[in-house]
């Protein structure tokens, strides 16, 4: 079965970010797990930093937005001779904290409202990127 969502979580650190129809850039928002050394090596996959994540001010508000926003063009999306999933993409620096969480939460929301939504971690398998503590 075809998805209604496709969803990839990715970071702008490793490449382009992929094609979309609605695209969530987190790195000067939301706090960064990379910052903790105790976060580092995880993921969003984790549940630690998806808490971490979604208790930022902010995260939850633009989670909901996303799948809003979702729900709105996949009518736009369905016609009857044209039919695809809605895509979106969530980015963060390096692919493995913030978006991954974020990519989650946004799936389980759609799937929570019974709309199918597939995710994909394009870069949560990546090493970590070196850089200065930000957020």
Same mark, same amino acid.
């Given at each position: 079965m075809t998805p209604e969502v496709e969803i990839v979580s990715f970071g702008y650190g490793h490449d382009a970010p992929p094609q979309a129809d609605l695209t969530w850039d987190v790195r000067t928002?939301?706090? !960064?797990?990379? %910052? !903790? /050394? &105790? #976060? +580092?090596?995880m993921t969003g996959l984790d549940k630690a930093v998806q808490e971490h994540v979604l208790a930022t001010r902010g995260a939850i508000s633009g989670v909901r937005g996303f799948a809003s926003a979702a729900l709105? #063009?996949? %009518? &736009?999306? !369905?016609?009857? !001779? +044209? +039919? +695809? /999933? %809605?895509? $979106? &993409? $969530?980015?963060c620096v390096g692919g493995r904290h913030r978006s991954v969480a974020l990519a989650e939460a946004v799936a389980d929301v759609l799937r929570r409202i019974h709309v199918t939504a597939a995710v994909t971690h394009r870069d949560v398998h990546r090493p970590l990127i070196q850089r200065e503590a930000a957020r």
């Open positions: 928002s939301l706090r !960064d797990p990379h %910052v !903790d /050394p &105790a #976060m +580092r090596q709105g #063009m996949r %009518v &736009a999306l !369905d016609t009857p !001779d +044209r +039919r +695809r /999933p %809605v895509q $979106i &993409a $969530i980015g």
